[in-house]
């Protein structure tokens, strides 16, 4: 049975919720909680809150306007570890099972740095919106949808299953069952582990169905993004302020006052061109970096910087969250990696105004010009930092340059040569191989993890 829990403020979305819930079950009966219908008279209902959200598959958490709640003294009930919202949502984040902001319009999705730490991934999940007007039907059409999407994978598990021990779903379901069943699950498991761990994005070994389940689910998310992505044209961003600030020598980034806990950037190699067969002009050859940070400020800092160096024309850095706090300074003296000469650029953004303990994200761009035309260099790489949780590296090729191979490295520190990469991962290949997802959970602190290319 695929049992979903939805979770709603009263003071918010209390009348649309109860129409929601019960189209829900008409589709899927009496394994949908609500608190909405859920009770009856003389009920505790802490017990059967706490109980529907430990057995749910999925949660559905509906958001209105004022979903935050406000306290009598101005303060939001979100932030309450009390309070039942926060408790519900949290308990499904920590549980890792299918979490569905659904948005009430006009309800936005609200941004990491409004939610509670604990429960900030939420502001990562894919969201829905429900109308209140002729478009009702419809939009809570796809919201059952999605949930049956993720009801048929629920069951996927279990029909496999099915297969492999040749009994039928209806015996499988049944009681007595459950005791040679749970035999043959177990050494199912152990044989998966034992073969190959699966991790998942926060490093915890999971089995082969729900790695499955989350392949499935990233390979759509890849391609949604890789659809929006190419119908927007290449954003260079290669033109800078007449003033921009210069400085002999920067010394490298500071991060000892912040935890970066994520790091995802999206390589978009559309616009590189080939300069040693003439088929563009120098200056012309474009490839951009759309780097999306969360990050945590552990102590008081005025200031937070990122860094950027190429050995092509040159390399433009802007900040898109943050435009009117950050500025480019460009370093006059080369840099060097290795024996390689290259271009040094650095992104200064103002963060005096965000809290010590304040988690916040960050969108910058780097347009490098010129750049990957050597052979032996065309690689890109990130850095694992303490208490990150993800490092994630998303390329989209030229229409014309599918990747011929690829290999994935890692290296101690930027001193060191680098080896293949054998540690847990998350990896995603286009079939037409314009695009590549390889993400590394928990990465190592001082690593550098890279992808060579040839195309």
Known sequence: ?????????????????????????????????????????GDDFRQQILQAADNCD?????????????????????DDPNDWVFQEINHAIDRNITVLPVLIHPAR???????????RELAFRESLTIYNDRQ?????????????????????????????TGRSLRTLRQ???LTALLAAVMLAAFLTWWLRETFDSRGRRVDSAVANTWEQADRMKL??????????????????????????????????????????????????????????????SL?????????????????????????????????????????????????????????????????????????????????????LQDPKDRWIGAIGYPRSDRIRMIVLMPADRPLLKYRLQTAPSTRDDPAEYIGPLRLIEAPDRLSLMWEIPNPAQGFVYSIVMEW
């Open 1 to 41: 049975m695929f049992r979903i829990f939805i979770s709603y403020r009263r003071g918010d979305t209390r009348d649309v919720t109860q129409r929601l819930y019960e189209r829900i079950r008409q589709q899927f009966g009496a394994a949908v909680f609500c608190d909405v219908a859920s009770f009856c008279a």
């Open 58 to 78: 999925a949660m559905v958490v509906v958001i209105g306007q004022h979903w935050f709640g406000c306290n009598p003294d101005g303060s939001r009930r979100l």
């Open 109 to 119: 999705h609200p941004a990491a740095d409004e939610l509670p730490t604990a429960i």
């Open 136 to 164: 009702f039907e419809s939009s809570v059409r796809t919201v059952i949808d999605s949930l049956v999407v993720r009801q048929e994978r629920h069951a996927g598990s279990l029909e496999r299953l099915a297969l492999r």
């Open 175 to 177: 009681p007595f069952a």
């Open 223 to 284: 391609e949604k993004e890789i659809e929006a992505m190419r119908a927007r044209p290449t954003e260079p961003v290669t033109e800078r302020p007449v003033d921009t600030a210069v400085a002999a020598s920067l010394g490298s980034p500071d991060y000892s006052n912040f935890d970066i806990l994520s790091d995802e950037r999206f390589w978009d190699l559309r616009g590189w061109k080939d300069l040693s067969q003439n088929t563009g002009n120098p200056g012309q």
């Open 287 to 371: 490839v951009v970096m759309t780097r999306t940070a969360r990050i945590l400020k552990a102590a008081p800092a005025q200031e937070l910087r990122f860094e950027a160096r190429t050995d092509g024309t040159d390399v433009c850095l802007t900040c898109l969250s943050h435009r009117s706090k950050a500025f480019e300074v460009l370093q006059e003296q080369p840099g060097f990696v290795g024996a390689r000469s290259t271009k040094v650029r650095q992104l200064v953004l103002d963060v005096e105004d965000i809290p010590a303990g304040d988690e916040f994200l960050v969108r910058t761009r780097a347009t490098y010009v010129d750049s």
